[in-house]
């Protein structure tokens, strides 16, 4: 988990990317994932990455295709709660591999953050010049 966010640090700083999907996909194969995200040299990790988020004013993908394979989206809920907390914008996506998938568990990923003060309000990325 630390290295994963130790590398993810260094991306974000080097490609400041306009988005950021799976932002804890290291959980992917990890049972105990809730109790991992809380120990506190992954918290002090996660925190500084969404810090660096915010201050790029890069956005979270709040990536609904989870809810196809399990229980919970990416990022988990309590990173969700963490980023938007810390000012992070978070805008639901789909991770459509297809045209069927289009839109799909998008209605549920909007609920979701109203239900954690989200005002709906989705901000486009920025377009990169190259």
């Not at 988990?1 to 194969?29: K, N, S, T, W």
């Not at 609920?111 to 005002?119: Q, S, Y």
Request: aromatic content about 10%; overall charge negative; hydrophobic content about 40%.
């Amino acid at each position: 988990y630390c290295d994963y966010f130790d590398d993810q640090f260094a991306m974000l700083e080097a490609l400041q990317p306009a988005v950021v999907g799976h932002f804890d996909l290291i959980r992917i194969f990890d049972t105990d994932y809730l109790d991992t995200l809380q120990r506190a040299e992954v918290q002090k990790r996660m925190r500084r990455n969404l810090e660096l988020m915010a201050d790029l004013g890069l956005i979270m993908d709040f990536n609904l295709r989870g809810f196809d394979k399990s229980t919970e989206q990416y990022p988990s809920m309590p990173v969700l709660k963490q980023a938007l907390a810390m000012g992070v914008c978070v805008v639901p996506g789909d991770d459509s591999h297809g045209v069927s998938s289009v839109g799909r568990n998008y209605d549920k990923g909007v609920a979701i953050l109203r239900d954690l003060g989200h005002d709906g309000l989705w901000r486009e990325p920025r377009c990169y010049e190259y």
